[in-house]
C-alpha cells in the first residue's frame, strides 16, 4: 500500500521498525503508541538512530486521531482483545494491516474484526499471515 502523504499509526510500536518503514516509505504523519514505556523509548531512539520522523507515546488513552493507515504486529489474542480500540483509530476509507497471526488464527481475527473491517488475508509465509481490510 502506498503510504506517501498518508498519516499512519503503529499500534503497538515495540522498537518502532513499522512506524520508521512508514517514515521512509514517505508517510506524513506517523504516530506510535504502546503500552510499555521502555518501548517507547526504544522506539524514540531507534527513530531519531535512523534519521527518520515519527511521535510515540504511551498507550493510547490521549490519541483520538484516525489515521489513513493503522498497522499492529501483535499476536492474534492482545488483537482480538484490542479490536475496537484498533478500529477506533482508522479514518472511513482507511486501511488497517495486521501481522504476528498464524494461519489456524484467521478465522478468530476475522470475527474479531469484522464490525468495522472485513480482513482477508494478504500474505502468508512459514504459517504466519498479514491480514489487511479497508474501513467503509
Request: proline residues 4%; glycine residues 8%.
Amino acid at each position: 500500500m502506498p503510504l506517501a502523504d498518508k498519516t499512519v499509526l503503529d499500534y503497538g510500536c515495540g522498537s518502532g521498525i513499522l512506524a520508521m518503514a512508514a517514515s521512509a516509505l514517505g508517510a506524513a504523519n506517523v504516530f506510535g503508541v504502546d503500552i510499555d514505556p521502555q518501548a517507547v523509548d526504544t522506539a524514540r531512539q531507534n527513530t531519531a538512530a535512523n534519521g527518520l520522523a515519527a511521535r510515540y507515546a504511551v498507550s493510547d488513552d490521549a490519541l483520538e486521531q484516525r489515521f489513513d493507515v493503522v498497522v499492529a504486529n501483535i499476536l492474534a489474542g492482545p488483537l482480538t482483545v484490542l479490536a475496537p480500540a484498533i478500529c477506533q483509530h482508522v479514518k472511513s476509507g482507511g486501511q488497517l494491516a495486521l501481522a504476528g497471526i498464524l494461519a489456524p488464527q484467521i478465522e478468530r481475527i476475522q470475527e474479531a474484526y469484522a464490525p468495522w473491517i472485513a480482513m482477508s488475508v494478504t500474505a502468508e509465509r512459514e504459517g504466519w499471515v498479514r491480514m489487511t481490510g479497508t474501513r467503509t
